[in-house]
């Protein structure tokens, strides 16, 4: 168990990390998500007592990492796979770690076997690959069979093969009863690993609960239907479905994106207009667009677009040339492809939309504070608004510099 409580790191004016607390537990695998510079990293070498906290403290099994007994037994760590010395070979950084935590030397080459360099053992690290230096990165990790695993973006560089392997691996150390707190940029990859999330967004708690409340809780399903291609049909259905009170955008391809009404009333109402129905379908929202709705108030560092002033020929009347795409409509991180349409930003005040960037420290929150309420995500029409993790929508009391209270929630029995 990693235990947090009120975990602060200040570097110099930056706050890299604001009043943190949470558990990660064992038994599961528990993602720690964040955009670019959120303060992930500077967690996990507070976890590993890399780094000290400014205030606040964080324990591994109930006691500070550097208070542990002969804790590289305890608990092993991927941070930078970067960090080994390019002259040795993977076997001799293996064995010097091993030596220096009383670690028998045969493991070493139990260890290579796990991560598949045994092969490339004898060679020095240097002339490794991304995802080599990943592999000998959890390799030492593994080395001494630790109950607690840390592991900073593992799946860094590693070919479909290797990813698939590290989340089998992730949900073994978890089944065997061990801690395992992983972060990583790849949603879809998260989605299919962790049963637990950690998120975090400049330095400060945005969520803490199982993947599957953190998708319904910030994200909206939405039902598709399509219609003959005949004149007047999608109209007819559009008018209906919207004096029902659903929500109707069309899409690119003919169909129609249908919220907050249920697949059954939908079938009704085509039924009651005389439409034929295509298809009806249902879409559950993904973990990606739950979590870039969650955080998009809370992103440094956007994208914008580039204009390629002086370098683009026009086509002829306009076109666009071969290999040459038309302007995205938003840059990167923007709100649009992912809030739903006309739908309310859970976190913002009143219902309304997100301010384009959240509070910087000491401002007020645009994240109503209060705790997640307890229990199954919120049942609504189908594409329903979600519930808001937050219950008192005013800002808080807040100590100088104290930014949004955390959203969190203790949930996971019944997260997978
Ligand atoms: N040693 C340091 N000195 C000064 N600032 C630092 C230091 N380490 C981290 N920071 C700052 O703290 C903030 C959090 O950085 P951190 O590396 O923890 O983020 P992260 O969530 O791991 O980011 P990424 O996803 O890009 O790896 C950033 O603004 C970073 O510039």
Known sequence: MIEARGLTKRYGTKTAVYNLSFQVRPGLVTGFLGPNGSGKSTTMRMILGLDTPTSGEVTVSGRPYRQLPNAPRHVGALLDAKAVHGGRSARQHLLCLAQLSGIPARRVDEVLGVVGLKEVAGKRSKGFSLGMGQRLGIAAALLGDPQVLLFDEPVNGLDPEGIHWVRNLMRRLASEGRTVFVSSHLMSEMALTADHLIVIGRGQLLADMGVKD???????????????????????????????????????????????????????????????????????????????????????????????????????????????????????????????????????????????????????????????????????????????HHAAPAAPAAPPQAPAAPATDQPDAEDR
């Open 214 to 388: 953190f998708i319904a809780r910030n994200s909206t399903g939405y039902a598709l239907v399509r219609t003959p291609d005949e004149p007047g049909v999608r109209e007819k259905l559009t008018a209906a479905l919207h004096e029902a009170g659903g929500g109707v955008q069309p899409e690119q391809d003919g169909a129609l994106r249908v919220t907050g009404l249920e697949l059954p009333r939908i079938s009704d109402l085509a039924h009651q207009a005389d439409v034929r129905l295509w298809e009806l379908s249902p879409h559950h929202a993904s973990l990606e667009e739950a979590y870039m709705r969650l955080t998009q108030g809370a992103v440094d560092y956007r994208s914008t677009h580039d204009p390629r002033a002086g370098f683009q020929q026009p086509g002829p009347q306009g076109q666009t040339l071969p290999g040459q795409l038309p302007p995205p409509a938003t840059g990167y991180g923007q709100p649009q492809p992912y809030a739903p349409q006309g739908a309310p930003h859970p976190y913002a005040p009143q219902g309304g939309q997100l301010p384009p960037q959240a509070p910087a420290y000491g401002q007020a929150p645009a994240y109503p504070p209060g705790p997640v309420p307890q229990g199954p995500p919120p049942q609504g029409g189908f594409g329903a608004p979600p519930a808001p």
